[in-house]
């Protein structure tokens, strides 16, 4: 596997996006007015921890996170069909470097949310070590229930 700071390769966005998982679209787009074009600007300005990781010369998932306020992080990820062949790498850096970097930081909480029926996605956060705190409903456009899942210090 290899990760970059999407900064350093902002070309490599474009092809997750398009190719990104049915969940992680539906997940994103429950909260987000827009189009492709509409995330790649969200995403181009979440600011310099943003990563993207691959295999070989194709880019497979985009993730990062971004302060809320102080002490409070907002963490997201998607991802290609094509994970399985970089998950448990990305689990490591994720589990293992930037959650502790964060908390070492200053971090007290990191946070992030998953729509009702993403259950890989759920599945995977509770892997990572976050706990699910609780339902939003409704709070898609659609009116989609998600979850919070949370990481405290």
């Given at each position: 596997m290899w990760m970059h700071e999407l900064k350093d390769y902002p070309e490599?966005?474009?092809?997750?996006?398009?190719?990104?998982?049915?969940?992680?679209?539906?997940?994103?787009?429950a909260t987000l007015d827009g189009d492709d074009a509409d995330l790649a600007e969200a995403v181009g300005g979440a600011g310099p921890v943003t990563w993207v990781a691959g295999k070989g010369d194709q880019p497979i998932a985009v993730f990062g996170c971004r302060p809320m306020w102080p002490g409070v992080w907002s963490m997201w990820f998607f991802a290609t069909d094509e994970i399985d062949n970089i998950g448990l790498a990305v689990t490591k850096v994720i589990k293992n470097g930037i959650v502790p970097m964060l908390?070492?930081?200053?971090?007290?909480?990191?946070?992030?949310?998953?729509?009702?029926?993403?259950?890989e996605a759920q599945r995977w956060l509770s892997v990572l070590g976050a706990k699910r705190e609780g339902r939003l409903k409704a709070f898609g456009r659609g009116r989609e229930d998600f979850y919070t899942y949370v990481w405290t210090a």
């Open positions: 490599l966005l474009a092809p997750v996006i398009a190719n990104m998982r049915e969940w992680d679209r539906r997940e994103i787009f908390f070492a930081e200053g971090a007290h909480r990191l946070e992030c949310r998953s729509m009702k029926g993403h259950t």
